[in-house]
């Protein structure tokens, strides 16, 4: 385990079964309603998640990249800002919005509604985790790998400072490295 970690939320193993089953679940729906989910992963944090989550989904899907910045240190802030755009236009397109973690929801309830003005068919989200103890707008995720309680996490694509991104599962960081 690594120094910094106090403990571990989600291991490796849980996160590779359950990226399985949400690839499943998704495709059997994006396929009921005829439709293929064009993915849009929010860097940095989701990269891991949809690495892993891409691997099994089997359809024919493509994905691209967005950078919104609402964050900063361990604490929410303000609205938020566009740092990179999507590369094509989402006219038409029934988008699948790829998170790290939902927190106040804030960043997903404004990116949905930026997609949707800018004439996307249809705004679903996967995340890989959820703290909905910290819900401050009315926003729920379409698909949700884990519900955590209300503590810092790190790892698997989560930062803190930048640092910890790599780690391979979810964990809880030690309180004396952000204290
Ligand atoms: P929201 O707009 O939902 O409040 O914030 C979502 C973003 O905040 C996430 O994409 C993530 O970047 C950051 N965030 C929220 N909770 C945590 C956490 O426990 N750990 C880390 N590293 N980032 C978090
Ligand atoms: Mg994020």
Request: negative net charge; hydrophobic residues 40%; proline residues 3%.
């Given at each position: 385990?690594?120094?910094?970690?106090?403990?571990?939320?989600?291991?490796?193993?849980?996160?590779?079964?359950?990226?399985?089953?949400?690839?499943?679940?998704?495709?059997?729906?994006?396929?009921?309603?005829?439709?293929?989910?064009?993915?849009?992963?929010?860097?940095?944090?989701?990269?891991?998640?949809?690495?892993?989550?891409?691997?099994?989904?089997?359809?024919?899907?493509?994905?691209?990249?967005?950078?919104?910045?609402?964050?900063?240190?361990?604490?929410?802030?303000?609205?938020?800002?566009i740092n990179k755009?999507?590369?094509?236009?989402?006219?038409?397109?029934?988008?699948?919005?790829?998170?790290?973690?939902?927190?106040?929801?804030?960043?997903?309830?404004?990116?949905?509604?930026?997609?949707?003005n800018k004439g996307?068919?249809?705004?679903?989200?996967?995340?890989?985790?959820?703290?909905?103890?910290?819900?401050?707008?009315?926003?729920?995720?379409?698909?949700?790998?884990?519900?955590?309680?209300?503590?810092?996490?790190?790892?698997?694509?989560?930062?803190?400072?930048?640092?910890?991104?790599?780690?391979?599962?979810?964990?809880?960081?030690?309180?004396?490295?952000?204290?």
């Amino acid at each position: 385990m690594h120094h910094a970690v106090e403990k571990i939320l989600v291991s490796q193993e849980e996160i590779t079964k359950r990226c399985k089953e949400l690839a499943k679940e998704i495709c059997d729906d994006y396929r009921k309603q005829n439709q293929t989910p064009y993915l849009v992963a929010l860097l940095k944090g989701s990269v891991p998640f949809l690495a892993e989550l891409v691997k099994y989904m089997d359809m024919d899907i493509q994905f691209d990249f967005m950078d919104v910045s609402s964050y900063q240190g361990t604490e929410s802030i303000g609205d938020i800002k566009i740092n990179k755009d999507l590369d094509g236009s989402v006219k038409g397109l029934s988008i699948l919005l790829v998170e790290d973690i939902i927190d106040t929801g804030r960043t997903l309830k404004e990116v949905t509604k930026m997609l949707k003005n800018k004439g996307a068919n249809d705004v679903k989200v996967v995340s890989l985790l959820d703290k909905p103890s910290r819900r401050t707008v009315d926003i729920q995720a379409d698909y949700v790998g884990f519900e955590i309680p209300n503590e810092f996490v790190i790892g698997f694509g989560l930062d803190y400072d930048q640092d910890f991104r790599h780690l391979p599962y979810v964990a809880v960081l030690k309180p004396k490295f952000y204290e």
